[in-house]
């Protein structure tokens, strides 16, 4: 009798502490899906930067003028327009000089 005992003891006993092992597998695995998480963020940050260095690297090496550029630009359609007592409505200067950079 004593060996059958140790035999349902053995038997039991793992599945004992099978639920210790399921909360510690689950809790890695929250771990990881933060971690995953925080990777996904940091690598979405990273090529979202990379991809603004290559569009303002395109940018140049096609000859399109930067933000400064532009706004300069608008404001000297707006004094033009000024000058002969039109007063521009809003969006109608970037307007103006997105066609300009459209069809030259």
């Given amino acids: 009798m004593l ?3 140790r035999l349902a003891a053995r038997l039991v006993q793992p599945a004992a502490f099978a639920p210790a092992r ?3 597998s689950r809790r890695n695995l929250s771990i990881d899906t933060k971690l995953s ?3 996904r963020a940091a690598e979405a940050v990273y090529f979202q930067a990379e991809e603004k260095a290559l569009i303002k690297k395109l940018a ?5 003028p930067g933000k ?3 706004t300069a630009e608008e404001n000297a359609v ?4 000024g000058k002969h007592g039109v007063t521009a ?3 109608l200067a970037s307007e103006i ?5 459209t069809q030259h």
């Fill in 3 to 5: 060996p059958a005992a």
């Fill in 22 to 24: 399921i909360a510690l």
């Fill in 37 to 39: 998480e925080r990777e």
């Fill in 60 to 64: 140049k090496k096609l000859g399109m």
């Fill in 68 to 70: 400064d550029a532009v």
């Fill in 78 to 81: 707006v004094k033009i327009l």
């Fill in 89 to 91: 409505p809003a969006g």
């Fill in 97 to 101: 000089v997105a066609y300009f950079h």
